[in-house]
């Protein structure tokens, strides 16, 4: 997969969406969704914000660059259609906190969810806590995620997951994003929390609910 990374990258940042499409087009004809989500499209993504932070490219070349992933994600369920969700799986809420703008991670693990026929509302990044807390007591979902992308995010993560914690019907709680592996240590006082390194941990999550043997809390 490494081989195919370096000419993506280019291609996003280029936004030329159709040699994009045809490299993902290929590695899904030799690799699972999972395989080229976390090894294809994700380390892209990453070497697109390294850019971007050392000044390499624009705010305007990142943004073009999400674009075209965020097309191919779309695509990619629209080319294999996803059935009815299942009645007994559940319902999963996706959101990113806050000022979080990044998004496709979060999208990634929507399309997971919906792979695997959960009953999947997808709200997109910087949900204020108050908007998602409102939307999480009407619906009642039995997984909330959160994505958090920007160390400065991880306060806002610890608030969110407080308040959610709160409710009567205890839904799991899912963390994911670039700097999630820093919270390992954050939710020791909670059952109900996983932190999720990758999309292989989401897999194993959602086929065990387990994480190997990284779970947040012991409560």
């Not at 994009?20 to 080229?36: H, I, P």
């Not at 943004?63 to 629209?78: E, G, K, N, R």
């Amino acid at each position: 997969m490494h081989e195919y990374v370096e000419k993506f990258t280019e291609y996003v940042l280029a936004g030329d969406d159709n040699q994009a499409s045809r490299l993902v087009d290929s590695a899904m004809a030799q690799y699972t969704k999972t395989e080229v989500f976390e090894q294809l499209i994700t380390p892209a993504m990453y070497r697109v914000g390294t850019l971007w932070e050392e000044n390499k490219i624009s705010v305007a070349d990142e943004h073009l660059a999400t674009a075209v992933v965020d097309m191919i994600i779309t695509s990619l369920d629209q080319k294999e259609p996803q059935e009815e969700a299942l009645p007994d799986t559940g319902k999963v809420l996706l959101g990113g906190v806050e000022a979080e703008e990044h998004y496709l991670g979060l999208k990634m693990v929507s399309s997971r969810f919906k792979d695997y026929r959960w009953n999947v509302r997808y709200l997109g990044p910087n949900l204020p806590l108050s908007h998602l807390h409102t939307m999480a007591q009407m619906w009642k979902p039995d997984v909330i995620v959160l994505s958090v992308a920007l160390a400065y995010r991880l306060p806002s993560v610890t608030e969110y997951v407080d308040a959610f914690s709160k409710f009567e019907h205890q839904p799991t709680i899912l963390i994911g994003g670039r700097v999630a592996p820093k919270l390992q240590s954050t939710f020791l006082e909670y059952n109900n929390v996983f932190v999720l390194e990758g999309l292989d941990a989401l897999d194993q999550w959602i086929e065990t609910g387990k994480v190997g043997s990284v779970h947040a809390g012991t409560k």
